[in-house]
């Protein structure tokens, strides 16, 4: 049953991907109006088949894995992974928001005068600093 519900989500996501560059290719609509319905469509198809996929894998995995851990498990540990979670989320947020600003900018920027590429691609570069860092936390937190 996995297996083939597994398929049926890749079949999904192989037509969303076909679907996608054939409206692309050959829409004449500049409204992008029928791209936008065929990717509703395969959202609320992909979605629901991810949940019948995890409903069906997780209850054998955790099964297995709560019998072997059941001994050694804490409170301490569970919240070690939820703040490990919380630094590479939070800074992939902040690292989003900070590349969207900065990059926007180096690009009006660079339309205006090409000879400054350089330095603006160094201010993108220090925006993605954050997410590194966010993981170099997560790193200390699950390891330290």
């Given at each position: 049953?996995?297996?083939?519900?597994?398929?049926?989500?890749?079949?999904?996501?192989?037509m969303t991907?076909?679907?996608?560059?054939y409206?692309?290719?050959?829409?004449?609509?500049?409204?992008?109006?029928?791209i936008?319905?065929?990717?509703?469509?395969?959202?609320?198809?992909?979605?629901?088949?991810?949940?019948m996929?995890?409903v069906?894998?997780?209850?054998s995995t955790?099964k297995?894995?709560?019998?072997a851990?059941?001994?050694?498990?804490?409170?301490?540990?569970?919240?070690?992974?939820?703040?490990?979670?919380?630094?590479?989320?939070?800074?992939?947020?902040?690292t989003?928001?900070?590349?969207?600003?900065?990059?926007?900018?180096?690009?009006?920027a660079?339309?205006?005068?090409?000879?400054?590429?350089?330095?603006?691609?160094?201010?993108?570069?220090?925006?993605?600093?954050?997410?590194?860092?966010?993981?170099?936390?997560?790193?200390?937190?699950?390891?330290?």
């Open positions: 049953m996995i297996k083939y519900t597994a398929l049926l989500a890749l079949a999904v996501v192989i991907i076909y679907s996608g560059l409206l692309l290719k050959n829409n004449e609509d500049s409204s992008k109006a029928k936008k319905k065929a990717l509703k469509i395969n959202l609320f198809t992909f979605v629901p088949l991810m949940l996929i995890m069906l894998i997780l209850p955790s297995a894995a709560g019998e851990a059941a001994a050694t498990a804490t409170a301490s540990d569970g919240l070690k992974y939820i703040g490990a979670a919380l630094s590479t989320g939070l800074a992939t947020i902040g989003g928001y900070a590349v969207g600003t900065v990059g926007s900018a180096a690009l009006g660079i339309s205006e005068d090409q000879s400054i590429l350089g330095r603006t691609i160094i201010f993108v570069g220090l925006a993605e600093g954050i997410a590194i860092f966010g993981v170099i936390i997560s790193i200390l937190i699950l390891y330290a």
